[in-house]
DNA sequence: CGTTGGGTTGATCGACCTCAATAAAAGTGG
DNA sequence: CCACTTTTATTGAGGTCGATCAACCCAACG
């Protein structure tokens, strides 16, 4: 059996993740979550002949900070997170990557964050040239990614929030809240229970806390009858509690 | 005289920043590093005939976090804060914008931040309607557009590893560093006196700090003799030092 | 089984916050 | 130009939230 830190990963493809045809893009569950929506079927399979799928274990690596970036990465199933280290090994989370998600919006020749998988993971993968190309002859697409990229601006300034005005608490919150939301997208029932693929030590590191202070944060909420901590992840119990918190 | 604040504002324009002249492209001291700079003459004058020039005192306010996003700016001289605030007044700096900068990169419904001027500030005003449509017709201005909008991302990344995993004299030192290479783009000397037209609080509320443990580390760094504090501003005396608690 | 990695819990510590006083600077009105 | 107020900055004393250090539990796995 699987291990259950992926039992929740959404959406799983039925059709086996490696083949050929799981990978195409009229039978991509994410699809119209992702930049692929912005295409219509022919321009759908011209992308479709640049891509390359990407198959992962659970704590394999996409790409490492500093690189050369020479894929972009969309993601079909599991998640990842995306992180910058510092020299002596503190680590900052910038951000946790779901099925939909883009990697490599950015375009720069470096990469600024590295990305590793949370749980296994499948991807479409593009060499950042071929795909650059074909972003200069559609000019939709790029729209799309530009809005795209003002979206996770627009997230990376919330995080800004909560990493320098929010206490522990707040933070816990502020990241269920959050993860909720993204979740909701992705998987057709607006289910209470969110999935967490990611150790406690991730969310510190994601929120700026201690493994420590958010396994005290979390068990606090339970001990509040705010959520039920199960396994691989939480389900809110209070939600308009975690809520309050988090917009606080 | 001016207020000591403003003593630093760069690039002033030397002719009256009021009159039609003085806004109009061919005399802008930071076409080159704006948007604009992605424009041919011909394409220049097409947008500036749509620019309103815009003129505000130190503390007036551009626009409000929520409200309707009616304009985008292009800054031409002096600064401005761009923040959010919690319900309870807790308030956190997404950032600081100077000449050159482009306010509105989201192209959002709403704006997710306020933005009031620090100084005496002049900018270009677009209605974003009307420059939503002008980008349509002139991909490569959208493309600069995604491509500043992919650096602050970065940046804002990078400002999460400050907020999230760095201590308070690290947090200061990061500042100091980030402004500076900003002013450097803009200053033709290399100068290593660093304007601040912020204030304390101001420092703090972008770093996760409070006014006091602002004050604090800065005269720690000057008791060091790593920098001086001059009247609006700080000249790095031990550079090598300041970048290393920095990148620590 | 023993080992390993993740999670929880407790005791203690310290970096930064809070509160308070003072100083310095900038605006204001006569 | 000078009193006066207001805002900003600095400094000190003391408190607290979250970090650190340490022990322990548990499930997965070879």
Redesign the interface.
């Known amino acids: 059996m699987a291990s259950p830190r992926e039992a929740f990963s959404v959406p799983a493809l039925s059709l086996c993740p490696n083949s050929k045809a799981a990978v195409h893009c009229d039978q991509c569950r994410v699809r119209s979550l992702s930049i692929c929506g912005a295409l219509e079927s022919g321009e759908l399979s011209e992308l479709d002949r640049l891509s390359r799928p990407l198959s992962l274990g659970a704590r394999e690596t996409m790409f490492e900070q500093d690189e050369l970036a020479e894929s972009v990465f969309n993601i079909t199933s599991g998640s990842a997170r995306l992180y910058?280290l510092?020299?002596?090994g503190?680590?900052?989370i910038?951000g946790f990557a779901l099925p939909g998600d883009f990697l490599g919006?950015?375009?720069?020749e470096r990469n600024?964050?590295s990305a590793d998988a949370l749980t296994p993971l499948t991807a479409c993968q593009f060499s950042r040239n071929a795909f650059s190309d074909f972003l200069d002859t559609k000019?939709h697409l790029?729209?799309k990614?530009?809005?795209l990229?003002?979206?996770?601006?627009?997230l990376?300034?919330?995080?800004?929030?909560i990493?320098?005005?929010?206490t522990a608490e707040e933070k816990v919150a502020a990241f269920l809240i959050g993860l909720r939301k993204r979740w909701a997208r992705l998987s057709t029932s607006s289910s209470v229970t969110i999935p967490l693929p990611m150790t406690r030590q991730d969310i510190g590191?994601?929120?700026?806390l201690t493994v420590e202070t958010v396994s005290r944060m979390l068990t606090r909420l339970a001990r509040e009858k705010a959520i039920l901590i199960v396994p691989d992840g939480v389900r809110l119990l209070d939600v308009a509690r975690i809520e309050g918190l988090a917009?606080?």
Chains 1, 2 share one sequence.
């Open positions: 910058r510092l020299p002596d503190r680590r900052q910038v919006l950015a375009l720069t600024t964050f000019p790029l729209r990614l530009h809005s990229a003002s979206h996770e601006l627009s990376a300034q919330e995080q800004m929030v990493l320098g005005r929010r590191d994601f929120l700026g917009e606080m």
